[in-house]
């Protein structure tokens, strides 16, 4: 079935240090994928998306592109913050509609 | 404000108790949804409407009754839970695929 695999967490890093995040999928068909960030003791906000492959999403500094030809669609930040400390969630749909289907979130910790 | 608006946003009850959650959309959207997020585990999703029709139900076990009176209000009705069903519960809606979900900040249920 269709299913969405992370990088097992938590990942530590200091300020301003690069992040990736990886994220791969299986899916039957061409679906739209999407990162959700949940800052301790809230809920999911839809960080960025992409609906069809090469698409790069972005938004805070974060980037992730579309690769169909490696079912990926890969989290990174050039210069992360103390405030980018949460829990991050790679997520797929299809277009045609049906369910979001979540990998098991990454944790990021950010030090000073 | 994410437009989905949880409440209340914490709760603690005792096993014989009744509470319910509410959860409430002023976004226009045709679907609601109702999540538990337990600590170390994946996000599971409980229940789905569509057009206030229960479309989907995961195998909940009935101590939880979800409720639609209308497209823009979900209740999750508790009665005689166990401790183990101390979670965060998040609510989300959507309409159509692409745009992805809008999540509510969730309750945090204690059940002791």
């Known amino acids: 079935g269709d299913s969405v695999t992370q990088m097992e967490g938590p990942v530590t890093l200091s300020e301003e240090a690069f992040l990736t995040i990886n994220c791969t999928y299986t899916?039957?068909?061409?679906?739209?994928l999407f990162w959700y960030v949940q800052y301790p003791g809230e809920g999911l906000q839809l960080l960025l998306k992409a609906t069809k492959a090469d698409d790069k999403g972005s938004n805070k500094g974060f980037e992730a592109t579309y690769r169909k030809e490696t079912t990926s669609f890969h989290l990174e930040k050039g210069s992360v913050q103390v405030s980018d400390s949460a829990v991050y969630f790679c997520a797929l749909i299809y277009n045609q509609g049906g369910k979001l289907i979540f990998g098991q979130g990454t944790e990021l910790s950010v030090k000073p | 404000e994410t437009g989905v608006t949880q409440t209340p946003r914490h709760l603690v009850m005792g096993m014989t108790n009744k509470k319910s959650l509410k959860c409430e959309q002023h976004l226009g959207h045709n679907a609601m949804y109702w999540y538990k997020q337990s600590a170390k585990k994946p996000l599971e999703l409980m229940f789905v409407y569509n057009f206030k029709e229960q479309t989907e139900n995961n195998s909940v076990p009935s101590r939880f009754s979800p409720e639609c009176p209308n497209s823009s209000h979900l209740f999750l009705h508790l009665h005689t839970l166990q401790p183990e069903d101390s979670a965060l519960y998040l609510c989300?809606?959507?309409?159509?695929?692409?745009?992805?979900?809008?999540f509510g900040s969730g309750t945090r249920l204690t059940v002791v």
């Open positions: 989300a809606s959507s309409q159509g695929a692409v745009a992805g979900y809008t």
């Open positions: 899916a039957t068909g061409y679906p739209s």
